[in-house]
């Protein structure tokens, strides 16, 4: 009496293509590493990166073969990652560029605060703080 586990016995040939592409795909980050792509180098680094994943997860991890419910789990968690990583890289290409921000640093600003503190006050002042 025979019963199936419902394991996936991956060809050697499948296993020994991903494992070059996987190579490939990595020879092909060092080689992108030592070019100048400007602001593509973050997308084209996490493409290449989230394509290896790929790889690994469906091949070596078996989630091709697997129940779909574990790949729409993986598929949930990997868009977030992406919204994540998306706002996250927004805020930073645009840190700085509010209009409420001032000049100097913070040191700048209490050394000013302290020398407001010890100056004498004008005559206006002191005229309108009477009752």
């Known amino acids: ?25 990595t020879v092909l980050t060092v080689a992108l590493a030592q070019v100048e792509l400007g602001v593509f180098e973050v997308p084209v680094a996490l493409a290449i990166a989230l394509t290896k994943a790929g790889f690994v997860v469906m091949i070596f991890m078996a989630l091709k073969w697997d129940n779909r419910v574990n790949a729409t789990i993986l598929a ?26 001032t000049e100097g640093t913070i040191m700048d600003q209490q050394r000013a605060d302290q020398a ?13 703080n009477r009752q």
């Open 1 to 25: 009496m025979s019963h199936d586990s419902g394991h996936h016995i991956i060809p050697v040939k499948m296993l020994y293509a991903v494992i070059g592409i996987l190579v490939f795909l």
């Open 76 to 101: 949930v968690g990997g868009l977030f990652v992406v919204v994540f990583i998306t706002f996250i890289l927004l805020d930073t290409e645009y840190r700085g560029d509010l209009s409420n921000t």
């Open 116 to 128: 407001m503190e010890g100056r004498e006050p004008e005559r206006a002042d002191i005229q309108f």
